[in-house]
């Protein structure tokens, strides 16, 4: 794995026992000892820490004043980027001319300047699509001496808050810039990939681990690796870029119609406007030719990414195709999610190892979700 | 008992063989949510996908040892899944009837499994 990058926290991971696996260009912690299953309860009863150091954390810090970067923010995302008071973090998506989705991100507004986090497997695509598209408006800056951990579950805010002071007033998708007594500037928001209450900490490399500790030191605080935030996003319904969007689907077909505000639809003062507009507008007046859907297989089988989705037990026509799915720890059975061809509504059988099985329909997320609103 | 490189374990039960997965194969696979058991008669040939365990992480094929017929299958596991993440010398799969015990002969013991898995 030596053409793998390390995290900065790498030396304490292995320490905790965390069995390393390469994602994304990286050496990533996929479980510790207590292994997937108890580390996914963990998080929903307790509290979670997850070292996501590897995902891009970027600043667009304005070359003529906030509005020309807004504006040029927009053009890139079919999202409303302007009304983002500062101090608040939103969901958007880059999209490409054909409609398809380049990546997901989240946004901050922190009053003179943006702040970005994008997957890490997209990053050095986002940074050069950034550059290109924003480079007029705004520097675009790859932070890349802060490590990026996930604090998740009930217990996040307590531990949060006693060593940074301020966090637990903050609420779903605020941002803020705070000190912590020992560990210098953090980066803040209340937020997070698993449908649990929680945040988001960038901390200067230098402070990460000495920052991770105390938090592992904390009441119920405990590491978990990728196996469990995989398991966790599933449940809440969350999309995996690469998985469940791609540059193939577009923001409509994948049931993200919610990150696309009004005022960016057609009627919408700042409608259109962005890459794929001419499609994503007519699949949000006409209706997608499929759509992502929730799936709760009838049987204990979980159905995995690549189970096709059929109209009938045997023989019939695919409708449609499941891109990520297993076993829900918290729902105690298999839960997925997939693409099905629109007009059909009849009963689904997904394919697993030659045999159809009947899944059913579900509402998402399977799992109810905690943010502190 | 004796032991295949695919980390399962044959124990002789009268005239049968029992055949499980050993304690290094249910870690290494991780939290079992799920079993597919084969049907009571197959007539199976060693190498033969059995059976089918998926753990949180993936799915993994169990393969019949030997030559034989599947006479009489867990049905526990089905329903506890679990119960071969907590007991796997314990949570058997199936019991096989074969032509001739003295194959087991062939496969390695306890100290050889061992030294497999290091």
């Known amino acids: 794995m030596s053409d793998l990058k390390r995290l900065g926290l790498h030396d304490l991971h292995v320490e905790l026992g965390g069995k390393l696996v390469p994602f994304a260009g990286y050496e990533m912690p996929v479980q510790y000892p207590m292994g997937v299953m108890k580390e996914h309860l963990h998080t929903r009863a307790e509290a979670g820490l997850f070292d996501v150091s590897h995902m891009g954390q970027v600043i667009l810090k304005p070359k003529a004043g906030m509005a020309a970067l807004i504006a040029g923010f927009e053009a890139l995302m079919p999202v409303d980027v302007a009304s983002l008071p500062e101090g608040r973090q939103r969901y958007g998506l880059f999209t490409n001319e054909a409609g398809g989705i380049l990546d997901d991100l989240m946004f901050a507004n922190r009053g003179d300047h943006l702040f970005v986090v994008v997957n890490a497997g997209c990053k050095e695509a986002d940074i050069a699509h950034m550059t290109a598209k924003l480079g007029a408006v705004a520097e675009v800056i790859a932070i890349t001496d802060r490590a990026l951990l996930a604090l998740q579950g009930p217990k996040a805010e307590a531990a949060l808050e006693a060593l940074v002071p301020g966090v637990a007033a903050m609420k779903f998708m605020d941002v803020a810039v705070l000190a912590s007594p020992a560990h210098g500037e953090i980066w803040v928001s209340r937020s997070g990939y698993t449908g649990e209450d929680g945040f988001e900490i960038s901390v200067a490399e230098a402070q990460a681990e000495s920052f991770a500790r105390a938090l592992l030191a904390s009441d119920g605080v405990a590491p978990i690796g990728l196996g469990a935030r995989d398991s966790l996003r599933l449940e809440a319904g969350l999309c995996l870029y690469g998985h469940d969007i791609d540059t193939t689907t577009s923001p409509v077909e994948a049931g993200l119609t919610w990150a696309i505000q009004k005022v960016r639809r057609t009627g919408g003062a700042r409608e259109g406007g962005f890459p794929g507009a001419a499609r994503i507008l007519a699949e949000l007046a006409e209706a997608p030719a499929r759509k992502r859907i929730g799936l709760r297989p009838e049987g204990r089988a979980p159905m995995r990414e690549g189970v096709t989705l059929w109209d009938a037990a045997e023989g019939g026509t695919q409708v449609g195709l499941v891109t990520s799915g297993g076993f829900g720890p918290s729902v105690e059975a298999p839960v997925a999610m997939g693409y099905l061809s629109a007009g059909y509504d009849g009963p689904l059988f997904g394919e697993v190892r030659g045999r159809r099985h009947a899944v059913a329909r579900a509402p998402m997320p399977f799992q109810p979700t905690t943010y502190k609103r | ?118």
């Open chain 2, 1 to 118: 008992m004796k032991y295949t490189e695919e980390h399962e374990w044959l124990r002789v039960e009268g005239d049968l063989v029992v055949v499980g997965i050993t304690g290094h194969a249910a870690e290494q696979l991780g939290d079992v949510v799920f079993v597919e058991l084969p049907e009571t008669g197959t007539q199976v040939a060693a190498g033969d996908e059995a059976s089918v365990i998926e753990s949180v992480k993936a799915a993994s094929d169990i393969l019949a040892p030997l030559d034989g017929e599947i006479v009489e299958v867990n049905e526990r596991l089905t329903t506890s899944p679990g119960l071969v993440n907590d007991d796997p010398l314990g949570a058997w799969f199936f019991k096989m009837k074969i032509d001739d015990l003295s194959v087991l002969d062939g496969f390695m013991d306890e100290d050889a499994y061992n030294a497999l898995i290091g």
